[in-house]
């Protein structure tokens, strides 16, 4: 009995420390799943001021590089 006791009280500390590093990696992956987020919406903000300063400067420049340059 006392060997049965003992593999039911070590698969129960497993089970117990699996759980938690689950939890972890459970709260980390939610955690970078908004930074993500986060990093989407800076890319696209980015990218649309990007567009529209290269639309601005090819508005306002009147003068055009000849084509052998």
Excluded: C, W
């Excluded at 759980?19 to 980015?46: R, V, W």
């Amino acid at each position: 009995m006392s060997d049965s006791t003992e593999i039911i009280e070590d698969l129960q500390s497993r089970l117990v420390f699996q759980e938690d590093a689950i939890d972890h990696l459970n709260k980390t992956i939610a955690e970078q799943a908004d930074q993500i987020d986060i990093m989407q919406q800076q890319i696209k903000y980015l990218h649309d001021q990007i567009k529209q300063v290269s639309e601005q400067q090819s508005a306002t420049s009147g003068v055009e590089i000849p084509p052998h340059y």
